[in-house]
T-cell receptor, first 113, second 111 residues
């Protein structure tokens, strides 16, 4: 069965600095998708970034980028130039092609002014 | 554009009462549909997912059931609620490996 693990329950970063959130996953599939979601206190789930497993190039969305290591089954999120609005719970997620979408336990990110 | 509607936003129900939460998607066809439960400060637990009408996969044995009577309608039900069913319930949809998009959630309190 597929699993997603986020080993950092909490992280903290100074405003304007860079922070990296870790995620590992376990699967026997070769084709799948990976995501990072942000959940602010409103509890709305917001997509941050998406990665297709067959693409070697790491995805980037403005200040957000990933380090995708398929062989190591690692998918970390880097947030550059952190802003106060980045403070939230961040979830790593794995989606099997046409099917199951599972999430890690989350990392709560705080941003210090 | 695609939209997802989930209701109600808040619900308080007595123990032993039935439950029906509804989720509908507009602007797409044959989506994958999901129900999750989230405890406060915790991750999203996948309860059910569906890849087509009448096709339901149950992930966690529990007091809940799900149905998909129409292509874009997903219903979460219970015949008799337990205190442990309290939580935040989220519905989501996805198509073709694009990201899943979520409803606003339902905060259920069983008293």
């Amino acid at each position: 069965a597929q699993t997603v693990t986020q080993s950092q329950p909490e992280m903290s970063v100074q405003e304007a600095e860079t922070v990296t959130l870790s995620c590992t996953y376990d699967t026997s599939e070769s084709d799948y998708y990976l995501f990072w979601y942000k959940q602010p206190p409103s509890r709305q789930m917001i997509l941050v970034i998406r990665q297709e497993a067959y693409k070697q190039q790491n995805a980037t969305e403005n200040r957000f980028s990933v380090n995708f290591q398929k062989a190591a089954k690692s998918f970390s999120l880097k947030i550059s130039d952190s802003q106060l609005g980045d403070a939230a719970m961040y979830f790593c997620a794995y989606m099997r092609v046409r099917g199951k979408l599972i999430f890690g336990q989350g990392t709560e990110l705080s941003v210090k002014p | 554009s695609q939209t997802i509607h989930q209701w109600p936003a808040t619900l308080v129900q007595p123990v032993g009462s039935p439950l029906s939460l509804e989720c509908t998607v507009e602007g797409t066809s044959n989506p994958n549909l999901y129900w999750y439960r989230q405890a406060a400060g915790r991750g999203l637990q996948l309860l059910f997912y569906s890849v087509g009408i009448g096709q339901i996969s149950s992930e966690v044995p529990q007091n809940l059931s799900a149905s998909r009577p129409q292509d874009r309608q997903f219903i979460l039900s219970s015949k008799k609620l337990l205190l442990s069913d309290s939580g935040f319930y989220l519905c989501a949809w996805s198509v073709g490996g694009r990201a899943a998009f979520f409803g606003q959630g339902t905060r259920l309190t069983v008293v």
